[in-house]
Each structure stands twice: as C-alpha cells, then as structure tokens.
C-alpha cells in the first residue's frame, strides 16, 4: 500500500466530512440564516461542491490560500466549505479595514486567490494585483460556480494535521500574526461528543472574519443544527433573530450583553419574548458579577455560563451558571482537554489538543508564544483553594510605580462603580520620581459631574492598596478598545493622550 493509499485509508479529522455527513443525515434541515436567506445542510454541501469545483478549475490545490475580505454574506460559507473540503487554508479578513490595513494583513498570507465583497471590487483588484493573486467578488464566485457539477470534487483530501484556517491577529506589536489552526484542531474544538444532542438555533453576533464566528457555526453544524449570523450586531437585530428564530443558544462579549440589557429596558426591547433562550454565554476573562446577574435576570430560562479561551488557545476553562455568585470574578475551572500552569510571574500557560499549530510562516512569533508545547497567554492568572481560575491582567499591561507592579484591570474594576464614570482605562503614565503613575481615564455621564481625581482616590481607598490608586487624571470623550473583543488599546491611549498634552 502505497503512502498516499494509506493515508486515504484512515480516518482523519477533516472539516470537510462535517458538511457530507450532515447533508446525508439530515439534508432539509437549516444549516446558516441571514436575513430572508437561509441554506439547508444539502444546499450547502451542493454549493460547496460546486465552488470547490471552480476553484480546482481556477488552479487552487491543497495547501493554497484563499483570503476572503468581505462583511458577512451567506455565500461566504459555501466557500468556506468548499475550502475545507479542499484543503486550501481559508484566512478571512475584516472588510471594515482600510486598502493599507487590509494589506498588511493580506500580504502575509500569500495569498493564491482573494474573494472579496462588492464594496472591496476596486481596492481588492489593486491588492490582488500587487500580491500576483486571483480575485473574484463573492457576487461573482457565487454566479459562476452555480455552473459547476455539484458532485464531490475530485482532488486528494486534505490530512488532519493540514492547515485549515488562518485567523489574523494584531498582536502586543500592532504586527499581524496569522494563527494556524489545523484541521483536527478545529474538529476536536467544536465536536459536540460521541452522541449528539438537541442543541438548537444559535444567534452568532460575530462577523465572518472573526474565529468566534465560526467556531459557533461549526459547532453548530457539528451538532447540525442552524447558526444565525447577523448583518450587524446591534442589540435589535440580536433580539429579533432571536424571536423570529426561537434561538436557544447566544454568546456574547460583555460589551455586546450591556448593549442588549440596555434594549430590552426601552419601550421597544420590553416585551420581546426571549423564553427559548436555553444558554447565555459570555467572556474573554473576568466578567462582573452585576453584568452576570442583569443576564441572569433578562434571560431567567437560560443557564449563564462564562467562558475564557482564544484563538491560539481554544477553550481554556469555563464558569458554571451554579457558580456565578459563589466564584464572583472567576472564569472557572479549565476545560476537560486543557492542562493550565501558572508560571512564577503570574502568567497563564495552557497545553492540551485545542491548542493552535503557531503563526503561519513566522517562527520568531511562534517560538515565543509555544513552549516545549505549552501555549504563553500573554494573561496573568490566579488560582483558588477549589482550582478556580481568574484572570487578574495582561503580562505586558502592568505598569510598575516605585517597585510596585498595579495591574490595570483591577483598577479599572474599581473604578467602573463611581457614579460619575461611564467607562473607564487605566494607564501608566511616564514620570520621574516613580517611573510610572497611575492614570485614570475616564468618560464621564453625561447625568453627573465630572469626578475629581481626589474624589476617585477616595472611591479606592477601602478596596485597593495606596499605590494602586490614580494620581493622574484625564477626561476623555471615548476610550479606544479593540473591536472584537473590546479590549482597551491603551498604547494608542497614551499616544493620543501624550499628542494632546503636546498640543
């Protein structure tokens, strides 16, 4: 038996079968909602085939990549499909970024093809050209591949170990890395078990460029079921989707679930009935305990879970709704497949087979991040008498005054709970005598008086040490933060700041 016929012959974890088992087991059911559209897992698969079958005839093979820049459009998932089915490495790309943004993210990719939405026709040309890459607007993939034969394509498939995705990251430096997710990595992330279960429609809030997004539908389609993806991710069109779609699942980040306890507090938003929602999940790390119980309280037939992980990582560990209250702060316990360690300086390390396979084609990033295979958060964590986690800050966001390391997340916790602040970042702010200081910036509500530095000081006196308190002050009238996962760019904070006091 030849290498080739033997590798044919196992059984590998490819994304691909995902789609040919569902539509085998249950062709009419609805596997993707937009809007009025909507695919069932047949239609799917035929449409994957069929794109699959245009890209061969395009030239792509195994091992291409194929960047996607576009917002979020059905006709992305066939591609997506298609892709996997392929084994050409699917790596999309956020269509809200500008021509030089986009470029430097695109251009690490190398990409041999770049499917690109209506509005990126003329600046995807331009990319395309520069990078030597075949372009097809997804309108126009869509139109031609409805020519092709919607059987299975005829090309060797993909091993499990095969690259399947690329998701882009700016990282600390602002420098995008490409986190190379492997087939078995994405199958093993988002298989629902050995017996399938009920699962329900699932509201997805995240744009088609974002790996939530499509870790959701894949597990939804693992346990085929339907996702719904959303135009925008406005509390309106969450709720609607949610009651037109009698949605059972929904996962948001914090910053999403104030926007949506926010709506259903207007005349609008109240009497919405949100009753089949059976699970309501959040995170990315610490989650406030108020913002838990408003969930708790707006959604009272859903269990409310918190979840910690990311795109390297996968899950890491996730919080119970039993013990929301009773481990307030905490992101719960690590996952069944995840080890976890807390290195001497407090920071999160995790190994296990979730784990991402490094950055594609850049080994200086990768030999910083993976460990003898453990995998560096970049995330201080903490861990309780009960093997409870909680993640305290960033490794690189702690800023040091007069020897002492402040953490700005803790601050920021405190905080948040004056009246007069809306939002809030804390930053270390350069100055002679203690090499940093802290600094509170913060918007203010627009319903109160501007706070005063002695009065924020005075607002932590009980619950943080001295030198954790601000001894700066600005007031700003928003606060940059990353938009997918609404973390605080507070390098670009303090540039703006700086440029200001310049100024």
Same mark, same amino acid.
């Given at each position: 038996?030849?290498?080739?016929?033997?590798?044919?012959?196992?059984?590998?974890?490819? /994304?691909?079968?995902?789609?040919?088992?569902?539509?085998?087991?249950?062709?009419?059911?609805?596997?993707?909602?937009?809007?009025?559209?909507?695919?069932?897992?047949?239609?799917?698969?035929?449409?994957?085939?069929?794109?699959?079958?245009?890209?061969?005839?395009?030239?792509?093979?195994?091992?291409?990549?194929?960047?996607?820049?576009?917002?979020?459009?059905?006709?992305?998932?066939?591609?997506?499909?298609?892709?996997?089915?392929?084994?050409?490495?699917?790596?999309?790309?956020?269509?809200?970024?500008?021509?030089?943004?986009?470029?430097?993210?695109?251009?690490?990719?190398?990409?041999?093809? +770049?499917?690109?939405?209506?509005?990126?026709?003329?600046?995807?040309?331009?990319?395309?050209?520069?990078?030597?890459?075949?372009?097809?607007?997804?309108?126009?993939?869509?139109?031609?591949?409805?020519?092709?034969?919607?059987?299975?394509?005829?090309?060797?498939?993909?091993?499990?170990?095969?690259?399947?995705?690329?998701?882009?990251?700016?990282?600390?430096?602002?420098?995008?890395?490409?986190?190379?997710?492997?087939?078995?990595?994405?199958?093993?992330?988002?298989?629902?078990?050995? +017996?399938?279960?009920?699962?329900?429609?699932?509201?997805?809030?995240?744009?088609?460029?974002?790996?939530?997004?499509?870790?959701?539908?894949?597990?939804?389609?693992?346990?085929?079921?339907?996702?719904?993806?959303?135009?925008?991710?406005?509390?309106?069109? /969450?709720?609607?989707?949610?009651?037109?779609?009698?949605?059972?699942?929904?996962?948001?980040?914090?910053?999403?679930?104030?926007? *949506?306890?926010?709506?259903?507090?207007?005349?609008?938003?109240?009497?919405?009935?949100?009753?089949?929602?059976?699970?309501?999940?959040?995170?990315?790390?610490?989650?406030? +305990?108020?913002?838990?119980?408003? /969930?708790?309280?707006?959604?009272?037939?859903?269990?409310?879970?918190?979840?910690?992980?990311?795109?390297?990582?996968?899950?890491?560990?996730?919080?119970?709704?039993?013990?929301?209250?009773?481990?307030?702060?905490?992101?719960?316990?690590?996952?069944?497949?995840?080890?976890?360690?807390?290195?001497?300086?407090?920071?999160?390390?995790?190994?296990?087979?979730?784990?991402?396979?490094?950055?594609?084609?850049?080994?200086?990033?990768?030999?910083?991040?993976?460990?003898?295979?453990?995998?560096?958060?970049?995330?201080?964590?903490?861990?309780?008498?009960?093997?409870? +986690?909680?993640?305290?800050?960033?490794?690189?966001?702690?800023?040091?005054?007069?020897?002492?390391?402040?953490?700005?997340?803790?601050?920021?916790?405190?905080?948040?709970?004056?009246?007069?602040?809306?939002?809030?970042?804390? *930053?270390?702010?350069?100055?002679?005598?203690?090499?940093?200081?802290?600094?509170?910036?913060?918007?203010?509500?627009?319903?109160?008086?501007?706070?005063?530095?002695?009065?924020?000081?005075?607002?932590?006196?009980?619950?943080?040490?001295?030198?954790?308190?601000?001894?700066?002050?600005?007031?700003?009238?928003?606060?940059?933060?990353?938009?997918?996962?609404?973390?605080?760019?507070?390098?670009?904070?303090?540039?703006?700041?700086?440029?200001?006091?310049?100024?």
């Amino acid at each position: 038996m030849t290498a080739e016929s033997q590798e044919e012959s196992r059984f590998d974890l490819r /994304i691909g079968s995902v789609f040919i088992n569902a539509a085998r087991a249950v062709p009419d059911r609805t596997a993707a909602i937009l809007g009025d559209e909507a695919l069932t897992f047949g239609q799917l698969n035929r449409r994957a085939n069929q794109v699959a079958a245009l890209l061969l005839a395009r030239g792509l093979r195994r091992g291409d990549r194929l960047v996607t820049w576009s917002p979020t459009a059905l006709d992305l998932v066939p591609v997506f499909a298609a892709a996997s089915k392929l084994g050409v490495v699917f790596a999309p790309t956020n269509a809200s970024l500008s021509l030089d943004e986009a470029m430097a993210v695109i251009e690490p990719a190398r990409p041999a093809m +770049l499917v690109v939405g209506d509005e990126q026709v003329a600046d995807g040309a331009r990319v395309a050209e520069q990078l030597g890459a075949q372009v097809l607007g997804l309108s126009e993939l869509a139109g031609l591949a409805g020519n092709e034969k919607t059987t299975e394509p005829n090309a060797p498939r993909p091993s499990e170990r095969d690259p399947h995705v690329i998701f882009f990251t700016s990282g600390s430096t602002g420098r995008p890395k490409g986190a190379t997710l492997s087939h078995r990595v994405n199958f093993l992330r988002t298989h629902p078990g050995a +017996l399938l279960e009920h699962r329900g429609p699932m509201v997805s809030p995240y744009p088609l460029f974002h790996m939530g997004a499509w870790t959701i539908a894949l597990q939804q389609w693992q346990g085929r079921d339907a996702v719904i993806l959303l135009a925008s991710a406005d509390a309106v069109s /969450i709720c609607d989707a949610i009651v037109a779609h009698r949605a059972e699942r929904l996962n948001c980040i914090p910053a999403v679930w104030r926007r *949506i306890l926010d709506h259903l507090g207007t005349p609008q938003g109240r009497g919405l009935d949100l009753s089949s929602v059976r699970f309501a999940d959040t995170g990315t790390s610490a989650t406030p +305990l108020e913002l838990l119980t408003a /969930i708790d309280e707006a959604f009272p037939e859903a269990a409310v879970r918190v979840f910690y992980g990311s795109t390297e990582a996968g899950s890491v560990s996730s919080l119970d709704h039993r013990d929301l209250r009773r481990k307030p702060g905490s992101c719960g316990v690590p996952a069944p497949s995840c080890q976890v360690r807390i290195e001497s300086d407090g920071e999160l390390w995790v190994r296990g087979p979730l784990v991402f396979d490094g950055y594609f084609e850049d080994d200086v990033a990768t030999a910083a991040a993976l460990v003898d295979g453990w995998y560096r958060t970049g995330d201080l964590a903490e861990e309780d008498e009960d093997g409870y +986690l909680s993640i305290v800050g960033r490794a690189k966001d702690v800023l040091r005054t007069g020897g002492e390391t402040v953490v700005p997340t803790e601050v920021e916790a405190v905080l948040a709970d004056h009246p007069a602040v809306a939002d809030v970042a804390v *930053i270390g702010w350069p100055d002679t005598r203690w090499g940093e200081i802290v600094c509170a910036v913060v918007v203010g509500r627009p319903d109160a008086p501007a706070p005063t530095i002695d009065e924020l000081r005075a607002h932590c006196r009980s619950r943080l040490a001295a030198f954790k308190h601000p001894r700066r002050l600005a007031m700003v009238g928003s606060i940059p933060r990353t938009p997918s996962t609404q973390q605080v760019q507070r390098r670009l904070l303090v540039e703006q700041l700086t440029a200001s006091d310049d100024s």
